[in-house]
């Protein structure tokens, strides 16, 4: 499995910011594919989560109502469409895969055996 994430970059707090994570190397029918981020200082963090089968998100308490996650089937890739950024969403965002089983917390790094490379995000205030 590869995930290559792409999509970050500077904006200005108040704006918008989409991520793109393409996926590769088997089919995700069964697949979690999250975000989590990583600030400075920080531990990894989870964002949002999307089962590949069926499409139901999850988000974590500080995102609800600003990141939207989705998935596009045919092009094996998740986004992650960030709105109304603030300079505390600042870090790495990373993209993740794997098939958790029922019961597991979707939203433990550790759970994940597959990531991509982080893209920087930089929200300045």
């Known amino acids: 499995v590869q995930l290559q994430a792409s999509g970050g970059g500077l904006v200005q707090a108040g704006g918008s910011l989409g991520l793109s994570c393409a996926a590769s190397?088997?089919?995700?029918?069964?697949?979690?594919m999250a975000w989590f981020r990583q600030a400075p200082g920080k531990e990894r963090e989870f964002v949002a989560a999307?089962?590949?089968?069926?499409?139901?998100?999850f988000y974590a308490d500080f995102v609800k109502g600003r990141f939207t996650i989705s998935r596009d089937n045919y092009k094996n890739t998740v986004y992650l469409q960030m709105n109304s950024l603030k300079p505390e969403d600042t870090a790495i965002y990373y993209c993740?895969?794997?098939?958790?089983?029922?019961?597991?917390?979707?939203?433990?790094?550790?759970?994940?055996?597959?990531w991509g490379r982080g893209t920087l995000v930089t929200v300045s205030s």
């Open positions: 993740a895969a794997d098939a958790l089983p029922a019961g597991w917390n979707i939203g433990t790094p550790n759970n994940y055996a597959y």
């Open positions: 999307i089962r590949w089968t069926g499409g139901s998100t």
């Open positions: 190397g088997r089919t995700f029918s069964s697949y979690y």
